[in-house]
């Protein structure tokens, strides 16, 4: 009688455990995870490196990896950035001295700068099938972007990204009696307002409309790109869409009193945000707070490409393929894609959100009080432009064509002229960059 109890309860315990078994999953890749993640995990330090300069670790331990060490106890993160404004030679310093970088975060128009040079890249297509990392949470445009960049291959996870708006001077505007701009303006609507609000006045020049054109040609509505990757040519002479692009910026430059005079970054910047004599600014939000009284509209549209905003501006996670801990590196930046990180960066404005949960996008700036009452939400509402067809000498040619368009908005050169020089000089710089790499 007694062995017939003990059979019986063996049998019982057995078939609970089976159930439980085929409780923890639904295949056999779920399966493992589960016993897997029951398992003691061997601790592991992951280095995280920001090409940033001079970034403070404990601001990124803040916003981002203290969240992935709670959600995974055995992972320690490192973070490390650039010591200056040359994260080239930083990066191969650490190589060189036999230092891990586990993760790039890296803009994504930096790929063929911080990346493939050191070949970094690898293929996480394989991982996120076998980890059940769904992609479809993420935003299409974003999934499209990185796949279009991995030529096929997925070499990284987004995690936050920046979308260009019209940003513009709420002063100014009561100060000349003129209406606020609005969302859905065209490039022509935009135009005939800065016409409207450039003027002197007091001794003082106001400008009508400004831009930063590296950054409205990178992330252009257009989706055009710098470069042929199939010749290596540049393509600022051949497709005529970038006639019609720097047509398009160049008009506002040609506003009496609203000639361009600056020739670098901080100097179009300051314009707006510091002596506050521009109107009307082409560029990201500020993401954090600004002495000038400003607001947002969504960013100028084409009249045949209505609703299609700018290219989205993203920062990458990418699982280098130096790193030893490449599964739990998988993790810790799939985490940062999740709804909880994702919400918590939303709230204090760090970027604009990679996933499609409705609620973690209108969150956005929730926590910040210097946007309250801004329109910054509105900007989500434009489907991005598609990317261009990635190009190892696509920052070449762009640093060519924002040197030429300081010069051609400042009334030196016609556009004919402009288009011919970007191309010609471009085209020496990549045959220049081609010999360095030896191809």
């Given at each position: 009688?007694?062995?017939?109890?003990?059979?019986?309860?063996?049998?019982?315990?057995?078939?609970?455990?089976?159930?439980?078994?085929?409780?923890?999953?639904?295949?056999?890749?779920?399966?493992?995870?589960?016993?897997?993640?029951?398992?003691?995990?061997?601790?592991?330090?992951?280095?995280?490196?920001?090409?940033?300069?001079?970034?403070?670790?404990?601001?990124?331990?803040?916003?981002?990896?203290?969240?992935?060490?709670?959600?995974?106890?055995?992972?320690?993160?490192?973070?490390?950035?650039?010591?200056?404004?040359?994260?080239?030679?930083?990066?191969?310093?650490?190589?060189?001295?036999?230092?891990?970088?586990?993760?790039?975060?890296?803009?994504?128009?930096?790929?063929?700068?911080?990346?493939?040079?050191?070949?970094?890249?690898?293929?996480?297509?394989?991982?996120?099938?076998?980890?059940?990392?769904?992609?479809?949470?993420?935003?299409?445009?974003?999934?499209?972007?990185?796949?279009?960049?991995?030529?096929?291959?997925?070499?990284?996870?987004?995690?936050?990204?920046?979308?260009?708006?019209?940003?513009?001077?709420?002063?100014?505007?009561?100060?000349?009696?003129?209406?606020?701009?609005?969302?859905?303006?065209?490039?022509?609507?935009?135009?005939?307002?800065?016409?409207?609000?450039?003027?002197?006045?007091?001794?003082?020049?106001?400008?009508?409309?400004?831009?930063?054109?590296?950054?409205?040609?990178?992330?252009?509505?257009?989706?055009?790109?710098?470069?042929?990757?199939?010749?290596?040519?540049?393509?600022?002479?051949?497709?005529?869409?970038?006639?019609?692009?720097?047509?398009?910026?160049?008009?506002?430059?040609?506003?009496?009193?609203?000639?361009?005079?600056?020739?670098?970054?901080?100097?179009?910047?300051?314009?707006?945000?510091?002596?506050?004599?521009?109107?009307?600014?082409?560029?990201?939000?500020?993401?954090?707070?600004?002495?000038?009284?400003?607001?947002?509209?969504?960013?100028?549209?084409?009249?045949?490409?209505?609703?299609?905003?700018?290219?989205?501006?993203?920062?990458?996670?990418?699982?280098?393929?130096?790193?030893?801990?490449?599964?739990?590196?998988?993790?810790?930046?799939?985490?940062?894609?999740?709804?909880?990180?994702?919400?918590?960066?939303?709230?204090?404005?760090?970027?604009?959100?990679?996933?499609?949960?409705?609620?973690?996008?209108?969150?956005?700036?929730?926590?910040?009080?210097?946007?309250?009452g801004k329109n910054v939400r509105a900007l989500l509402k434009s489907k991005p432009a598609d990317p261009f067809e990635a190009s190892p000498y696509h920052r070449t040619a762009g640093v060519v064509l924002e040197r030429t368009m300081y010069q051609l908005t400042k009334g030196s050169t016609d556009i004919n002229t402009a288009l011919r020089t970007m191309a010609e000089e471009a085209d020496k710089e990549i045959e220049k960059?081609?010999?360095?790499?030896?191809?």
């Amino acid at each position: 009688m007694a062995a017939k109890k003990w059979l019986t309860s063996a049998l019982l315990l057995a078939a609970s455990a089976s159930l439980a078994a085929c409780g923890s999953g639904d295949g056999a890749g779920k399966k493992e995870e589960g016993k897997a993640a029951d398992a003691p995990k061997e601790p592991v330090t992951l280095t995280f490196y920001d090409p940033s300069a001079k970034q403070d670790p404990a601001i990124f331990m803040e916003q981002f990896g203290n969240a992935i060490q709670k959600k995974y106890p055995h992972i320690t993160i490192k973070y490390v950035s650039s010591p200056d404004t040359n994260p080239e030679a930083h990066i191969a310093g650490m190589i060189a001295a036999g230092e891990p970088i586990d993760v790039m975060l890296n803009a994504d128009i930096n790929h063929y700068r911080l990346i493939t040079p050191f070949k970094f890249e690898t293929d996480l297509t394989g991982m996120i099938k076998s980890r059940g990392f769904d992609m479809s949470r993420l935003d299409p445009g974003s999934v499209k972007a990185v796949q279009v960049l991995s030529k096929g291959a997925i070499y990284a996870l987004p995690y936050k990204k920046s979308v260009m708006g019209l940003l513009y001077n709420k002063d100014l505007f009561d100060k000349f009696g003129r209406p606020y701009p609005k969302d859905g303006m065209t490039w022509d609507e935009v135009y005939d307002l800065a016409k409207v609000m450039t003027r002197s006045e007091g001794g003082t020049q106001y400008r009508g409309f400004i831009t930063q054109f590296y950054n409205s040609a990178w992330l252009n509505q257009l989706s055009l790109g710098f470069v042929d990757p199939k010749t290596d040519k540049s393509l600022y002479n051949t497709d005529e869409r970038w006639g019609r692009l720097v047509r398009n910026l160049t008009r506002f430059y040609e506003i009496p009193g609203n000639e361009s005079k600056e020739g670098s970054f901080g100097g179009v910047s300051n314009l707006f945000l510091k002596d506050k004599i521009a109107a009307m600014y082409a560029y990201i939000p500020p993401t954090t707070p600004q002495d000038v009284n400003w607001d947002v509209v969504t960013y100028p549209e084409f009249s045949d490409r209505r609703g299609v905003g700018p290219q989205s501006l993203l920062t990458l996670a990418y699982v280098t393929s130096t790193s030893k801990h490449k599964e739990a590196a998988f993790d810790a930046i799939a985490h940062l894609t999740s709804d909880e990180v994702q919400l918590s960066m939303s709230k204090q404005a760090l970027a604009f959100p990679v996933t499609n949960t409705q609620s973690v996008k209108d969150a956005y700036g929730q926590d910040t009080p210097f946007l309250q009452g801004k329109n910054v939400r509105a900007l989500l509402k434009s489907k991005p432009a598609d990317p261009f067809e990635a190009s190892p000498y696509h920052r070449t040619a762009g640093v060519v064509l924002e040197r030429t368009m300081y010069q051609l908005t400042k009334g030196s050169t016609d556009i004919n002229t402009a288009l011919r020089t970007m191309a010609e000089e471009a085209d020496k710089e990549i045959e220049k960059a081609k010999a360095a790499a030896g191809k």
